[in-house]
């Protein structure tokens, strides 16, 4: 791992205040990882290793988290995953559709980063939208009650 | 009804706004009462959790000790990740402080002195309005030390989730919490025994929380009478698929499915058949549209309809509906959910996942809707947590209310 891959400074300093919210530092690591993917955007091996040496876990530990957790991306993503729920409450409301179209227009299945590394598409579960559905996620922000105009329109807006 | 969970002032998210309703008046007053009477008034108040179980929420709080050493805690369950369920983020959106005042009574009541906000980690837009309003109520003294001068000290916290469908579980919330595996723990024993971190433990589902606040308002015995009597106070629907205006809609206990649809939701676009229901978020059991009659949305009433209330995520589907492929994308979830800890859900929801997938492709025989029933039965009941059932109840509804649309998309030339 390179020397510059460190959680920064900013970070460092709010685990260490997190700490104090639990009996146990172990139980920061959910948090210790967000900070991590929102700095880099995804979990290495290496950066599991970083963890689990910064809160005195073990690696297997901070892996056996990691790999539990679906929000955790063990692999680079584009600058935007496109998360897409095709649970039963959008499925009644043609989130099919909107997948499709989406790849289509991506030209990428699900699961596939655009060449640009632009873009990510993934399907998800159920991300309590239901009455607003079709929804997709894109990085933090949620977009409910799609149609295709309004995916395009979205999609050209995320460079 | 007046809404009382979610009612129509602007901005009640806002410390003042909130506070000029009325805001933190209850807290006041609780803080006065002695804390077994506080919870002397849940427990009259019949209110039951509203996160799916069910359970009377003031006996829950009477199962934390009342002498100990150890620091009690209460986890309130935020994790909403039950398929059709959306409720829990209209509370943070809309009256976010009405939990907090919630949550701070509560702990008070049972004496806690650290409480927790779990999260779904997918709700990250929701953490961060939490969040200034936690900080807005430490600022004026809601929590923390010596809350108004009464010598009640407690922290509220929030945890950020990491996209789990059985953090929802209270013991594997706990776990998640402790930085660990979401996995759930045998019962007993429970955890106002052992919880978090082997301390007395309470963990409410947001909703529940949420209602503290109105039965110290109106009194439990105001709020006995709203709704059904068995299961009382005012309930947040959430009703999603085949309707014209899908969203969160509160009202008291005890409508009738059919009016929720029509009068709430705007019916069923183009006029068409309820072909079924999902009454309660995907896992509670599937029911037919012409045996809607009479039932309503409280737990005696589908109980009696051979279902349950569960989160209240009422799931229409119309006429057209194909109830293959929505089983299999049900039966998908719970397989892509199940933690792994148990066989028979780790194993059988991949079965059952399989043997629909057949269905789904017109590939099946007759004798796989009895392998089908089969495996279902062999989940449930015999795991660690109630997730094995979540994933058997809406594959066993399915064949025993709609045996037609399995038998439809069996294989036409049998191979011998």
Redo the contacts between chains.
């Keep these: 791992m390179a020397e510059t891959e460190k959680l920064s400074e900013k970070h460092l300093q709010a685990i260490e205040e997190l700490k104090k919210r639990y009996q146990q530092p172990q139980s920061v690591v959910l948090a210790a990882l967000w900070m991590w993917q929102e700095e880099h955007g995804w979990v290495s091996e290496e950066a599991m290793q970083y963890i689990a040496d910064l809160l005195s876990l073990p690696h297997q530990h901070v892996y056996g988290v990691v790999t539990f957790y679906t929000m955790f991306n063990r692999k680079p993503v584009g600058r935007h995953k496109i998360e897409v729920c095709t649970n039963v409450s959008c499925m009644l409301r043609s989130s099919q559709g909107i997948l499709e179209h989406i790849q289509k227009s991506l030209n990428i299945k699900v699961g596939e980063t655009t060449p640009d590394g632009r873009f990510t598409l993934v399907e998800a579960e159920c991300l309590g939208s239901c009455g607003t559905a079709p929804m997709m996620q894109v990085g933090n922000e949620y977009y409910e009650n799609l149609d295709e105009v309004k995916v395009d329109r979205i999609l050209n807006s995320l460079k | 009804m007046e809404p009382l969970l979610l009612p129509s002032t602007a901005n009640l998210h806002a410390i003042d706004v909130y506070e000029s309703h009325g805001g933190y008046a209850m807290l006041r007053k609780a803080l006065l009462m002695k804390p077994e009477e506080v919870t002397e008034e849940v427990k009259k108040s019949n209110l039951r959790g509203r996160g799916g179980a069910c359970f009377p929420t003031g006996l829950k709080w009477t199962f934390m000790p009342k002498q100990t050493h150890l620091?009690k805690y209460l986890c309130v369950n935020g994790d909403?990740?039950?398929?059709?369920?959306?409720k829990?983020?209209q509370i943070f959106e809309s009256n976010p402080h009405l939990l907090i005042e919630g949550a701070i009574i509560a702990s008070y009541a049972m004496g806690v002195k650290?409480a927790y906000l779990y999260v779904?980690?997918?709700?990250?837009?929701w953490i961060r309005l939490m969040q200034k309003v936690v900080d807005d109520a430490y600022a004026r003294g809601y929590i923390g030390g010596n809350i108004l001068g009464s010598g009640f000290s407690t922290?509220f916290?929030i945890?950020?989730?990491?996209?789990?469908?059985i953090c929802g579980e209270e013991s594997s919330l706990m776990n998640?919490?402790?930085?660990?595996?979401?996995y759930p723990r045998v019962k007993p024993p429970f955890p106002a025994q052992n919880g978090?971190?082997g301390c007395p433990t309470t963990i409410n589902n947001v909703e529940t929380i949420a209602n503290v606040p109105v039965i110290l308002r109106l009194g439990h015995e105001a709020y006995t009478k709203i709704g059904a009597a068995q299961h009382p106070g005012p309930i947040l629907v959430?009703?999603?698929?085949?309707v014209n205006k899908?969203?969160?809609y509160e009202m008291p206990t005890g409508v009738p499915l059919l009016e929720i649809i029509e009068r709430y939701a705007g019916g069923v676009p183009g006029n068409k058949r309820i072909k079924a229901v999902?009454p309660g978020g995907?896992s509670t059991k599937i029911l037919r549209g012409e045996a809607l009659q009479g039932v309503c949305m409280d737990a005696d009433s589908l109980l009696k309809a051979g279902s349950s209330v569960g989160t209240a995520?009422l799931?229409v589907?119309d006429e057209d509906?194909d109830l293959i492929?929505?089983i299999t994308?049900?039966a998908s979830?719970y397989h892509?959910?199940s933690?792994g800890q148990c066989t028979p859900c780790r194993e059988g929801t991949g079965w059952m996942l399989k043997i629909l997938r057949r269905f789904e492709r017109r590939d099946a025989t007759m004798a796989d809707l009895d392998l089908l029933l089969d495996v279902a039965n062999n989940i449930e009941g015999n795991t660690i947590c109630a997730l094995g059932d979540a994933a058997a109840w809406p594959v066993q509804s399915m064949i025993q209310r709609f045996p037609e649309e399995f038998e439809k998309r069996v294989r036409v030339t049998a191979v011998a």
Aim: net charge negative; aromatic share 10%; hydrophobic share 25%.
């Design positions: 620091p909403e990740s039950e398929p059709g369920t959306f829990d983020r650290t779904r980690g997918e709700y990250a837009k922290d916290y945890h950020r989730g990491g996209g789990a469908y998640s919490i402790e930085g660990m595996r979401g978090l971190w959430g009703v999603s698929g085949h899908p969203g969160v999902i995907s995520g799931i589907m509906t492929s929505v994308r049900i979830f892509h959910e933690c």
